[in-house]
């Protein structure tokens, strides 16, 4: 095989060599390019690449750069994976097309009554705090089946769930955790994986990887 030409082909063939390792099909995981804090230059090679998936974490950082780009490539599908106000749900939800950090009842409501503001449905993912590690955000274990039932009832379309391992741990049982918690709650979705490890999330059933600096090198 030769050499890949660029990241994001390196990390294309990593998922689908994941992928045949755990006899899944390379259309079952979404590479999410993660373009935090990397100005539209850097991302319009992967546009033109013809990825069209990417991840922002701030609501204000991707009214600034998004807009623009859709013009030019009006089927780019943008995830909102970083923590969100409550006070920003009617931005996000005008916005983006899959929000990753759902995590709370206020925000729950807040996106909620958004949606309905704006007559548009958003999939959304309930965050998970798997490592019992208040300050990344995320739901309880224990509080997981009441929030997905407030989710539901607030007619917000869950399309699974999310976490971000702690990190310097090995992350397989965290994945594993939140394959589990999914599948208990007849959930299909699994965005977890990120640079470092996500061949390994891959292997535990991820659907959803966010990949930054692995695409765009190091943020400054
Ligand atoms: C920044 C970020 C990523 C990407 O991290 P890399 O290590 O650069 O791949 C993934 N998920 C979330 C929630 C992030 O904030």
């Not at 079952?28 to 993660?34: G, Q």
């Not at 013809?50 to 943008?78: C, I, S, T």
């Not at 599948?183 to 390994?200: F, K, V």
């Given at each position: 095989?030769?050499?890949?030409?660029?990241?994001?082909?390196?990390?294309?063939?990593?998922?689908?060599?994941?992928?045949?390792?755990a006899?899944?099909?390379?259309?079952?995981?979404?590479?999410?390019?993660?373009?935090?804090?990397?100005?539209?230059?850097?991302?319009?090679?992967?546009?033109?690449?013809?990825?069209?998936?990417?991840?922002?974490?701030?609501?204000?950082?991707?009214?600034?750069?998004?807009?623009?780009l859709?013009?030019?490539?009006?089927?780019?599908?943008?995830?909102?994976?970083?923590?969100?106000?409550?006070?920003?749900?009617?931005?996000?939800?005008?916005?983006?097309?899959?929000?990753?950090?759902?995590?709370?009842?206020?925000?729950?409501?807040?996106?909620?009554?958004?949606?309905?503001?704006?007559?548009?449905?958003?999939?959304?993912?309930v965050?998970?705090?798997?490592?019992?590690?208040?300050?990344?955000?995320?739901?309880?274990?224990?509080?997981?089946?009441?929030?997905?039932?407030?989710?539901?009832?607030?007619?917000?379309?869950?399309?699974?769930?999310m976490?971000?391992?702690?990190?310097?741990?090995?992350?397989?049982?965290?994945?594993?955790?939140?394959?589990?918690?999914?599948?208990?709650?007849?959930?299909?979705?699994?965005?977890?994986?990120?640079?470092?490890?996500?061949?390994?999330?891959?292997?535990?059933?991820?659907t959803?990887?966010?990949?930054?600096?692995?695409?765009?090198?190091?943020?400054?």
């Amino acid at each position: 095989m030769e050499a890949p030409a660029t990241a994001l082909e390196e990390v294309e063939a990593n998922i689908a060599l994941a992928c045949k390792r755990a006899r899944r099909e390379t259309g079952e995981v979404t590479l999410i390019a993660v373009s935090k804090t990397h100005p539209p230059e850097a991302i319009e090679p992967l546009l033109q690449a013809g990825h069209r998936v990417f991840g922002e974490n701030r609501v204000q950082e991707a009214q600034g750069k998004w807009p623009a780009l859709r013009q030019r490539y009006p089927d780019v599908e943008l995830h909102l994976i970083g923590q969100l106000q409550s006070n920003k749900a009617d931005d996000a939800v005008a916005l983006f097309d899959c929000i990753h950090s759902v995590d709370r009842s206020s925000l729950v409501k807040a996106l909620g009554k958004a949606m309905d503001k704006a007559g548009r449905r958003v999939p959304c993912f309930v965050q998970v705090d798997v490592g019992e590690e208040e300050q990344k955000g995320g739901c309880a274990i224990a509080e997981l089946p009441d929030l997905l039932a407030q989710a539901r009832e607030a007619g917000i379309p869950v399309a699974g769930l999310m976490c971000i391992p702690p990190f310097d741990i090995e992350p397989a049982p965290f994945f594993a955790l939140l394959d589990r918690l999914a599948a208990d709650n007849g959930l299909t979705g699994r965005s977890m994986g990120m640079s470092g490890d996500y061949e390994t999330a891959i292997m535990l059933g991820a659907t959803h990887v966010r990949v930054g600096t692995a695409l765009f090198g190091q943020r400054g």
